[in-house]
């Protein structure tokens, strides 16, 4: 059995996403490390669903550094466009895209639906040399509010509402939004998987 990995890169370089990972493999005593700290610039996430370009960017990672690397890659999915904005979440509103924009088109592309059920969804991936990869996912569902509501988050936050609370994902306290989430799901059930593979 191969021995349980000293340190793992995370495919990012998110902070949140970095200290999110570094809580749950602490139990594991695997210290996370930012890939830009090797070096390595992003990959060229080609794929066309989220368990592609989550497997590109860990094994671009891997690759790179020769040690194991975690990734994950997520999206909004609404049901009245057909699963839209999906994989192209982040750049929905073309190429100059930011949070503000891909909002503002969401907004517009529903403007006639009554149908505002949505999901988050999220695949992450574990790749270390010489191993068979790992994969997890997670999906949160709700709903597609008509405006903008709450300071907190990013991206399509502020629109995602969370019907048992009564607000919007970008309401909720940080700890609150990671417990719940699709990418805390993902990321927790992979640490898992990880543990199991080295135990």
Same mark, same amino acid.
């Given at each position: 059995?191969?021995?349980?990995?000293a340190?793992i890169?995370m495919?990012?370089?998110?902070?949140?996403?970095i200290?999110?990972?570094?809580r749950?493999?602490?139990?594991?005593?695997i210290?996370?490390v930012?890939?830009?700290?090797?070096g390595v610039?992003?990959?060229?996430?080609?794929?066309?669903?989220?368990r592609?370009?989550?497997? &590109?960017k860990?094994?671009? +990672?891997c690759?790179v @550094?020769? #040690?194991?690397a975690?990734a994950?890659d997520s *999206?909004l999915?609404?049901d009245?466009l057909?699963?839209?904005?999906?994989?192209?979440?982040?750049?929905?509103?073309?190429a100059?895209?930011n949070?503000?924009?891909?909002?503002?088109k969401l907004?517009?592309?529903l403007?006639?639906?009554?149908n505002?059920?949505?999901a988050?969804?999220? &695949?992450?991936t574990?790749? +270390?040399?010489?191993? @068979?990869? #790992?994969?997890?996912s997670?999906?949160?569902? *709700?709903?597609?509010?008509?405006?903008?509501r709450?300071?907190?988050?990013f991206?399509?936050?502020p629109?995602?509402y969370?019907?048992?609370?009564?607000?919007?994902?970008a309401e909720?306290e940080?700890?609150e939004?990671n417990?719940r989430?699709?990418r805390g799901?993902?990321l927790?059930?992979?640490?898992?998987l990880i543990?199991?593979?080295?135990?």
């Amino acid at each position: 059995m191969t021995s349980r990995p000293a340190k793992i890169v995370m495919a990012s370089g998110n902070a949140g996403k970095i200290r999110e990972l570094a809580r749950l493999l602490e139990v594991l005593d695997i210290e996370v490390v930012a890939q830009s700290e090797f070096g390595v610039d992003d990959a060229d996430e080609n794929g066309t669903t989220f368990r592609e370009n989550s497997l &590109i960017k860990a094994q671009h +990672a891997c690759d790179v @550094t020769g #040690l194991p690397a975690i990734a994950d890659d997520s *999206g909004l999915s609404v049901d009245a466009l057909d699963g839209a904005p999906g994989v192209y979440s982040a750049r929905y509103s073309g190429a100059n895209a930011n949070d503000a924009r891909n909002n503002a088109k969401l907004l517009a592309e529903l403007e006639q639906h009554d149908n505002r059920r949505a999901a988050f969804h999220c &695949i992450a991936t574990f790749v +270390a040399p010489g191993e @068979t990869a #790992l994969v997890a996912s997670g999906e949160w569902r *709700g709903e597609i509010l008509r405006e903008l509501r709450g300071e907190g988050g990013f991206g399509y936050d502020p629109l995602f509402y969370v019907k048992d609370r009564d607000c919007s994902s970008a309401e909720l306290e940080p700890e609150e939004k990671n417990a719940r989430s699709h990418r805390g799901q993902a990321l927790r059930k992979l640490v898992a998987l990880i543990e199991q593979r080295y135990s």
